[in-house]
């Protein structure tokens, strides 16, 4: 959850390291944004790569998106990344 108390439409699954922060709990991650999920269960979750991860994947996009359907999908967007190669790409995740 990002800067909101946790309540029925946004709860705390441990993105951040308290309920009121919007730093990421990772230290892989510089920035991580929830999207949606409020009226009809869609939405994305966003995590920017920076703090400790590589220098060669720092400012990747990672974008897990999720229907109302309940169905998952990753994208991944390594185009401000140094050196980022779609080789890095997780199983089951595409390129932006």
Do not use: H
Request: overall charge positive.
């Amino acid at each position: 959850m990002l800067s909101e108390e946790s309540s029925t439409s946004k709860e705390n699954i441990g993105l951040t390291s308290s309920e009121t922060s919007t730093k990421p709990r990772s230290n892989l991650m510089a920035s991580v944004e929830l999207t949606g999920f409020a009226d009809n269960g869609a939405g994305t979750i966003s995590a920017t790569l920076g703090n400790k991860a590589n220098k060669d994947i720092a400012k990747t996009v990672i974008t897990q998106e999720r229907t109302t359907d309940g169905v998952w999908t990753c994208k991944i967007d390594g185009s401000q990344a140094a050196k980022y190669k779609e080789k890095f790409n997780p199983t089951g995740c595409v390129k932006k």
